[in-house]
């Protein structure tokens, strides 16, 4: 069972009341009635007596599972179909197709009997999903309807906040009572305030967590069942600038961390994550002034995103956008990390070093890897002078060799000159007869991609 609200200041919907006409005189729904979008019961056919009504004789869970799929108005209509579907939509909501169109006041009371606790929170059937989307214009006290839809035990929750104005102080969200919360499984929350900690006590079964413009007050994400973890632009000043991460179990993590010269939440995982298999960090400088020396703080911080990358050393495979050569080289050794299992590496606007070094070093430590993109990179080339590293002491030169590489791909702005003589030097260590090369570009961008050539068996 699924049950989604979406208010908006529309037109006003009235809904229409439950039908007490006799069985023999049950509707059924005409296929093409949610396309209309007309008055009230317009699109229902009336089943004469006798002719057999198979849609209302599915048992209620296969019912609920239909209304699931309708918006909510739609939903709400097939209450005047019989007595036989009079209650059957507020146990199934509606989720999916077409959104509820309500005017605020009708759609509040729409919200408060869909969730009236018309039996005793522990009696009541538990619902599969949750999802509530608010917008500024909702100024009703929202937090009854999660606290009555938390009761119904759901598994998964999505609550979503838009400002229609501008960028507004995220308002606060309780997800109480807890016990009512310990089915969750997924928890997908935007731009609110969460006043809960996330931590194995309040959520021993969540797996999925998404947190997307949120302000995040607690230091700490415990959670040992764990699986998936999304982050995205926490807000500054109500987000904590360290987070500390403990989740054994994480196979999926995305981060995307907005910093300034003063400003930044940074990830800190006290141990590896072993079971880790996809990651993706992105860095975003949102600093309005470009400065081409970083400043102590941005240097802690890049510092902290290279021991985060020393700490999802099993990933299979890897997306990094925003690296600075600093966040990308491990502080003490200046080598990339070690990563045995990865076989897929993006790094989009990633910088790879003076003489490509920090490149090379990547490919030393990635043995297993077998494609390699490369989006906007910063090529540097033969520049002597460093900024925010130490300068390498080699006896040989590496070089971009890996004998695993089976792809590369790389962008860049047309024309652009270091990124073509970047290109020129990957090509003089390769061995041409090993490796075909194909060109696509446009007035903007241009793709370079070098394949392996499969050898013949003998």
Not at 172 to 199: E, Q, W
Request: net charge neutral; glycine share 8%.
């Amino acid at each position: 069972m699924e049950l989604g609200i979406r208010p908006t200041q529309a037109a006003t919907v009235k809904a229409e009341e439950a039908s007490d006409a006799p069985p023999c005189k049950r509707a059924r729904l005409d296929a093409d009635a949610g396309g209309g979008g007309g008055g009230g019961g317009g699109g229902a056919e009336v089943v004469k007596e006798g002719e057999e009504d198979r849609l209302s004789d599915l048992p209620d869970c296969l019912l609920e599972d239909i209304l699931g799929h309708l918006g909510s108005r739609q939903a709400v209509q097939t209450s005047a179909l019989s007595r036989r579907w009079r209650h059957v939509w507020r146990r199934g909501g509606g989720s999916g197709g077409g959104a509820g169109v309500f005017d605020a006041e009708v759609f509040e009371d729409f919200a408060d009997n869909i969730l009236s606790p018309g039996l005793l929170p522990s009696a009541a059937p538990e619902l599969d999903a949750f999802r509530m989307s608010l917008d500024e214009a909702v100024c009703t006290n929202f937090q009854r309807w999660i606290r009555r839809a938390l009761w119904r035990r759901p598994a998964s929750v999505d609550i979503r906040y838009s400002p229609n104005f501008g960028m507004s102080w995220p308002p606060t969200v309780t997800l109480a009572p807890p016990a009512a919360a310990a089915r969750i499984r997924a928890l997908r929350i935007y731009g609110l305030r969460p006043t809960v900690v996330f931590g194995a006590d309040e959520f021993p079964s969540l797996e999925d967590l998404h947190i997307e413009r949120c302000g995040y007050a607690h230091r700490t994400i415990n959670l040992p069942a764990l699986k998936r973890l999304t982050i995205v632009s926490p807000l500054n000043g109500s987000f904590c600038t360290e987070q500390d991460l403990t989740a054994p179990g994480l196979t999926s993590m995305r981060l995307v961390l907005p910093y300034t010269r003063d400003h930044g939440v940074k990830v800190l995982i006290d141990a590896p994550l072993a079971s880790l298999v996809d990651a993706s960090i992105s860095l975003v400088d949102t600093a309005t002034v470009d400065h081409r020396r970083p400043n102590l703080f941005q240097i802690q911080y890049f510092t902290a995103m290279s021991d985060l990358l020393g700490r999802i050393t099993s990933v299979r495979n890897l997306e990094l956008t925003g690296f600075t050569a600093t966040a990308l080289l491990d502080n003490k050794s200046q080598e990339f990390p070690l990563f045995p299992y990865l076989t897929t590496l993006l790094l989009n606007e990633c910088d790879i070093g003076t003489n490509y070094h920090v490149l090379k070093s990547i490919l030393q430590n990635a043995p297993s890897l077998e494609q390699l993109k490369l989006h906007n990179c910063k090529f540097v080339g033969k520049r002597k002078r460093m900024i925010g590293i130490t300068k390498l002491k080699e006896k040989a030169p590496p070089s971009f060799a890996c004998s695993s590489l089976k792809s590369v791909e790389i962008k860049h702005p047309r024309n652009e000159i270091r990124s073509c003589c970047f290109i020129v030097e990957f090509e003089k260590e390769m061995l041409l007869n090993q490796w075909r090369k194909r060109s696509t570009c446009n007035d903007e961008i241009s793709q370079i991609e070098f394949l392996r050539r499969e050898l013949r068996k003998a």
